[in-house]
């Protein structure tokens, strides 16, 4: 649609910050930003009143799960409870009504983290709900799953059962080497193939429908680009591009596969290309891996520079996938072959780790003559260590931060581990003002979590420090906030990191992330001016309208 949409307020998000009053949109490009006198429009384009509504450019999804999001619509969701009894019954009497006939497979969404110890749950207590079939209930950080004997048995995982990444992606033995039913990452995914051959079913695979119903969803909160942090069904890539060829993909995408060690990282990287080559075009591409440096806080395997609070021989600093020299060998790889890297990492040796090897990294490749060409990306960061703060900015590491976990809704089961460190957790205004990049996310795995994808609230969260999801209560949290209160971001901030700042994560910087000449028009039109309104009730900011390269996708203008 050529279009010449004036008597806004235009947040451009370009290096100046300029605010304008007027975009004209010609073939799906800005054709020009600034004042509405200065600019005679296209003959045939549309001339749109906003009505003083403030637009923003396209905003930017830069870590987040569509695909895991559509594998879970099948998925049980459990009462919001931290009382075992409750949830055991509600698994119990489900099972009840539902016949391993009609259900082969329960896997039910989320118990509280904090239900447990530290070696969490068993088998036989779940056993004791139903034992016909397997069962898997996913924990609250989407990082630990309990399962029952059954879905052990079918599994084929015994004691003599080879952990995937002893100590990050296992199971968890009693003293016996028996798996106990607990099972942290994804470890049971490697074996679950066997499962399915034995029950002679599978989930439903993802569509471009079933996509679809999530990137709409997106799409409709104001999103038009996203990175999807794990690419590992081939299936739900095509969809995406199906999606595509269809005029119906809402978005450009930009998706990760998974390495874990130097080992495989010549078969990851080859995978990456044949996607690309496979799937890629002008709105998908496939140029980045994915690492899990180390676990998350909430499991007690994050990776810390002094033991846990709860060890009392103070030795435990949790799991690491691999040292600073195996992870400056892969970044040096990865820049030959021009491959960009996106970490997740939690605990503050993670984040030191993680700097250390691009100090070292780019040291080397600048005394061999390589010119340093790829992007690194560090995920969550919940943990930094004050000393490293200003590194990434020296380092031109990219921050990518989960906006809507910055109040009660997550975290809170890793004080434990933690202690008096955990009340220096989520603060990244050390990180901006340092200048580093720093992206924002929503890093939804579930169909019950998406409304959370909404950037709005994952900004009233940040700006606030208190989630509308969970019940404020000061004394857990002084000044009814997640500590600490000044750890609280700025609308312009937030804003930033949703546009500018993400699309250099993406690689999107001469396309996405703000409104300038000869970038796609892809905007948002607002309800509200979010600079204007009370933070608290930033999540009530609603798209009257998303343009995404010139097309209105969700709304009207």
Known sequence: MDAFLTNGRIITSDADDTVADAVAVLDGRVAFVGRAEDHSPAPGSRLIDLGGRTVLPGLIDAHTHPTMVARSAWHISLPDTDDLDEILTFVREYGERHSPDEAPFLYFEYYPSTLFGESGPTKQMLDAAISDRPVLLQDFSDHAHWVNSRMIELLGVTRDTPDPVPGLEMFVRDDAGE??????????????????????????????????????????NGVTSLFEALVEDEGALSAVAELDRQGRLPVTYEGAPRFRTRGDLDEAIATARRLDRTYGGERIRI?????????????????????????????????????????????????????????????????????????????????????????????????????????????????????????????????????DRWDRMYDFTAIAESGATLAFSSDVVSMSELHRANPFFGMQVAATRADPDVPLDPQRYPDSVRPSAHARLSIARLIRGHTRDAAVQLRGEERIGSLEVGKDASLVVLSDDPFTVDPARLSLVRPVAVMFQGKVVAGAL
């Open 287 to 419: 140029r980045t891996l994915k690492l899990f440096l180390d676990g998350t806080n909430e499991s007690g395997n994050s990776a810390v520079l002094a033991p846990f609070d709860n060890d009392p021989a103070h030795a435990d600093i949790g799991e690491i996938q691999m040292d600073a020299a195996e992870l400056t060998q892969c970044l040096l790889t990865l820049n030959a072959a021009r491959i960009d890297l996106h970490i997740h990492m939690v605990g503050d040796r993670a984040f030191r780790v993680a700097c250390d090897a691009v100090e070292r990294a780019r040291a080397l490749g600048a005394a061999a003559g390589s010119p340093w060409r790829i992007r690194v990306t560090f995920a969550h960061c919940e943990l930094i260590d004050p000393a490293d703060m200003a590194r990434p900015a020296h380092l031109g590491v990219i921050v990518n931060w989960t906006t809507h976990w910055s109040g009660g809704y997550f975290g809170e089961e890793g004080r434990g581990y933690l202690g």
């Open 179 to 220: 798996p106990t039913g607990y099972i942290l990452e994804m470890a049971y995914e490697h074996f679950i193939d066997r499962m399915y051959d034995a029950i002679d079913w599978r989930p439903p695979s993802v569509t471009a429908e079933s996509m679809a119903a999530v990137l709409d969803h997106l799409s409709a």
